[in-house]
Nanobody
Framework: QVQLVESGGGLVQAGGSLRLSCVASGRAFSNYAMGWFRQAPGKEREFVTA????????YYADTVKGRFTISRDNAKNTVYLKMNILRPEDTAVYYCAAEGGVIVHTTPRSYDYWGQGTQVTVSS
């Protein structure tokens, strides 16, 4: 079992920045690829970004590429999401997730463990 707890969400104006954190407990953090997903009201949960176990490979949705950065610190059991140049359409609940496979996936169903989510609201 892996427990994930996100933090860092909040209200920010368009063009601003936020950094989300996700702390993992339980099994060895470095054994899991990590992803961030988001879900806006009335919409399906969508992929934002993911990072491999070592942190050597990262993947981004086209909508956030160049604005968001994922990173991880395996010594601290933490994955981060730095979000810059935020837009109102980035407003959503953001979830971190862990998957134990070798291949990093971008689909929610591939992930084994999920955090409770943190709200990000971007005002125009």
């Amino acid at each position: 079992q892996v427990q994930l707890v996100e933090s860092g969400g909040g209200l920010v104006q368009a063009g601003g920045s936020l950094r989300l954190s996700c702390v993992a407990s339980g099994r060895a953090f470095s054994n899991y690829a990590m992803g961030w997903f988001r879900q806006a009201p009335g919409k399906e949960r969508e992929f934002v970004t993911a990072i491999s176990r070592s942190g050597g490979s990262t993947y981004y949705a086209d909508t956030v590429k160049g604005r968001f950065t994922i990173s991880r610190d395996n010594a601290k059991n933490t994955v981060y999401l730095k979000m810059n140049i935020l837009r109102p359409e980035d407003t959503a609940v953001y979830y971190c997730a862990a998957e134990g496979g070798v291949i990093v996936h971008t689909t929610p169903r591939s992930y084994d463990y999920w955090g409770q989510g943190t709200q990000v609201t971007v005002s125009s």
